[in-house]
């Protein structure tokens, strides 16, 4: 069975760095002497009660971390934390129930980026700057951050990133798994901190930087504005965000091999990172010249929202410079296209992502030539590895249960009275974790506020199954999980 008390000792270790958090932002409230002081302070000393609770409980526990154990671990985590980080959103009383306040809050730790707050802007620095870090802290993983400050705090972190990492497929770095968590949040943050430079040389304000920085290299999408970068009217804030939502759609560990270790050449010949790129640029050029030809746009503002969408909808990141409700139509099916497939795995990106796109194109292939070469062994390769049939099997599964799932949260929707695009299009923006949607009635510019309460729970769980990869979740409810052998 799960070792509930090894549980309980990390939970309790994790709660202690989400208060240190919460803290953090106190600090900032009194720096801006905003009335959100107080909800800090309470929702800091409830979490560090709460975590001093699970530690005396737990006080005995050992440190044998099963792989059952990791995945209930992963699963709970994400969960309990965003059931803490709605605190501050409860207590100032900027979001007035339980369900919206969960919704915001577990929306920013998978980076989906939906939002049912109608007007951002009246919410103090703090909770801006609180969201911004939810979206942050999410983007890699939660106890992956945490075996990256602390690897003594988590037994097994091997079995705990198997859990939590995205994609099919591992590279590794180092034979410390804690190691490589370091290196990997070193690019993490050095990516961050660069995005923000960039933003403030293009002329955004220090607080605007710092939380579109956050917001951009999760592939998150919250902002601190209504209109996300559209209020700024700069094209070279559009610039930027492009440059660094691409870079952060890019597998870290490939992207840590290439800068650090010189390894370029492995980065551009990388099956994965060259279908990555070629989905933008087929997408960006079709994009641009449908808005030239029916929207009447000059081809550098036709290039440059084409290559802004085309780049915030394959990452699943959300920020949007123009309204695309009122671009054509064969725009939408596109960018849903690329919203599906996502971009690398290993990145902070949602999706199916483009290395099980290529695993599933290169199944069909082989069943395609078997028709007329039936003992012809025909084995899938990646950048020249064979890959198992073990995961060739967990590849149709996980793809299998993802269109399972949308299907079944698209029929929900439709019963509930929601029309069936906006029904597809809400379901596929919260399992691949890209938050606004395409067409005008959940439009990339307007809340989901409007949703029933019942409808947003069932997207909170689209959500965090989404980023977990279903698997790590779903697995939860399996009677095989839950017996003794």
Same mark, same amino acid.
Request: net charge positive.
């Given at each position: 069975m799960v070792n509930f008390r090894l549980i309980y000792k990390i939970l309790g270790s994790l709660l202690f760095m989400l208060g240190t958090l919460m803290l953090g932002c106190g600090v900032m409230a009194l720096c801006y002497k905003e009335d959100d002081l107080m909800s800090f302070l309470v929702s800091?000393? %409830?979490?560090?009660?709460c975590g001093f609770v699970l530690r005396y409980f737990s006080r005995d526990a050992n440190n044998s971390l099963s792989r059952r154990d990791a995945y209930f671990l992963v699963a709970t985590t994400w969960a309990v934390f965003s059931l803490f980080g709605m605190l501050p959103f409860l207590i100032g009383g900027h979001i007035d129930n339980v369900t919206d306040a969960y919704f915001e809050t577990i929306s920013g730790f998978t980076t989906t980026g939906a939002t049912i707050i109608d007007d951002v802007e009246r919410l103090p620095h703090a909770l801006l700057f609180w969201r911004s870090l939810t979206q942050w802290i999410g983007g890699l993983g939660i106890v992956f951050f945490t075996i990256a400050i602390l690897p003594s705090m988590v037994g097994g972190s091997v079995k705990v990133f198997a859990a939590e990492a995205t994609g099919p497929m591992r590279t590794k770095m180092h034979p410390r798994l804690s190691t490589? #968590?370091?290196?990997?949040w070193s690019v993490y943050t050095v990516l961050t901190i660069a995005c923000g430079v960039s933003y403030y040389a293009a002329g955004m304000g220090w607080f605007d930087c710092a939380n579109y920085a956050m917001s951009t290299t999760a592939t998150g999408g919250f902002s601190t504005h209504n209109d996300s970068t559209s209020f700024f009217h700069s094209a070279t804030i559009d610039y930027v965000a492009i440059l660094f939502q691409f870079l952060a759609g890019i597998n870290f560990t490939l992207f840590?091999? #290439?800068?650090?270790?010189?390894?370029?050449?492995?980065? /551009?010949?990388?099956?994965? %990172?060259k279908l990555y790129i070629s989905l933008i640029v087929m997408a960006t050029l079709c994009i641009g010249w449908l808005l030239v030809t029916h929207n009447g746009y000059d081809i550098e503002r036709a290039l440059r929202?084409?290559?802004?969408?085309?780049?915030?909808?394959?990452?699943t990141t959300g920020l949007f410079n123009e309204d695309v409700s009122l671009w054509p139509q064969l725009t939408w099916m596109i960018l849903?296209?690329?919203? %599906?497939? !996502? #971009?690398?795995?290993?990145s902070?990106? !949602?999706?199916?992502?483009?290395?099980r796109a290529i695993m599933l194109f290169k199944v069909l292939r082989n069943e395609f030539r078997r028709i007329l070469h039936p003992n012809a062994v025909l084995p899938v390769k990646i950048n020249g590895q064979p890959v198992s049939s073990s995961?060739?099997?967990?590849?149709?599964?996980?793809?299998t249960i993802? /269109?399972? /799932?949308?299907?079944?949260?698209t029929g929900i929707m439709i019963l509930s009275g929601i029309d069936v695009i906006n029904a597809i299009v809400i379901g596929l923006s919260c399992v691949s974790n890209v938050g606004p949607s395409l067409t005008t009635g959940i439009g990339p510019s307007m809340s989901w506020s409007e949703l029933a309460d019942p409808l947003k729970w069932l997207l909170s769980f689209l959500m965090l199954v989404g980023r977990l990869e279903i698997m790590t979740v779903l697995v939860l409810f399996t009677r095989a999980f839950w017996k003794d052998n």
């Open positions: 800091t000393l %409830f979490t560090v009660s490589s #968590a370091k290196w990997i840590y091999l #290439a800068l650090f270790k010189f390894r370029l050449r492995d980065l /551009m010949r990388n099956s994965e %990172f929202a084409a290559l802004f969408q085309t780049v915030s909808f394959i990452t849903a296209l690329l919203t %599906f497939i !996502g #971009a690398c795995s290993g902070t990106t !949602g999706g199916l992502k483009c290395i995961r060739l099997l967990t590849l149709l599964s996980f793809t993802f /269109m399972l /799932m949308l299907f079944l949260s």
